[in-house]
């Protein structure tokens, strides 16, 4: 048990989400963007915010796709979908 909660040391799905998600900023920002997690909602659809270069960037929905969604599934399986909102 953690000294501050009851959660045994288990990580949340969303301190999972957020420590993926760090993992990744530091590719876009060498491209010129960013990405900010926003939500994680009931039905475990991430929501995300991209910044920077990654905003308007014809890319940006694959990078998206294929890179944040497909790491965030692999790494917190139970991760639905990843969405990105302005």
């Known amino acids: ?6 959660c045994n040391g288990e990580k949340s799905i969303k301190d999972k989400i957020v420590e993926v998600i ?18 994680l909602t009931e039905d475990n659809t991430v929501k995300v915010r991209l910044q920077g270069a990654c905003r308007g960037c014809p890319g940006a929905q694959m990078t998206l796709k294929m890179g944040v969604e497909r790491l965030l599934k692999e790494r917190v399986p139970e991760v639905k979908e990843v969405v990105a909102v302005k």
Do not use: A, K
Request: glycine residues 8%.
């Open 1 to 6: 048990m953690c000294e501050n909660c009851d």
């Open 22 to 39: 760090d993992s990744i900023r530091p590719m876009l920002q060498n491209d010129g963007g960013d990405i900010d997690f926003v939500e």
